[in-house]
């Protein structure tokens, strides 16, 4: 039966350029349906890493002040018992020295002071602790009074 078709008829009784056409709709529509499906999870990857993102920030606010709790309940404590009690094991290095320097807000301290306060003995901690005193001062955590001498803002 296919000899009986003409050279430019198709299988389905349409002009081999009709059929073209169909084939290439069909490809067309199945290709845009493939895309939509693939900006579909593009968009809902976007709202679910917004609120990922709103998490986190929830959280490290909530870290933030757990964190600044623990410190003033170590500062009532240092105060109550007179002696210095030292900042936590798992604080950062800027949030020790900040620690120290709010436990003794009048009072201004060297790096070296920072340093022999914290139980930092060794050549390369003194130099990171002025590299965080310098830092610190630079985004307004704290303040240089003098040369080489930082305290903690009043509160």
Not at 6 to 23: F, I, M, N, T
Not at 61 to 80: F, L, N, P
Not at 104 to 116: G, I, L, T
Request: with cysteine.
């Amino acid at each position: 039966m296919d000899s009986m078709l003409s050279g430019s008829e198709s299988k389905r009784g349409l002009p081999a350029h009709k059929q073209v056409c169909s084939d290439t709709k069909y490809k067309c529509h199945a290709t845009m349906h493939g895309m939509a499906d693939a900006v579909q999870r593009v968009i809902d990857d976007g709202v679910q890493l917004q609120k990922l993102r709103e998490r986190l920030a929830d959280l490290e606010a909530e870290r933030a002040r757990v964190e600044g709790e623990i410190a003033a309940c170590m500062q009532r404590i240092a105060a109550t018992a007179g002696g210095v009690v030292p900042p936590p094991a798992n604080m950062k290095i800027s949030q020790q020295i900040l620690w120290l320097l709010k436990s003794h807000r009048d009072r201004a301290f060297a790096p070296a002071d920072v340093a022999a306060q914290l139980g930092l003995t060794a050549t390369n901690e003194l130099e990171n602790i002025r590299v965080h005193l310098s830092r610190m001062r630079d985004n307004g955590t704290i303040k240089r009074i003098a040369h080489g001498r930082y305290q903690a803002f009043p509160e």
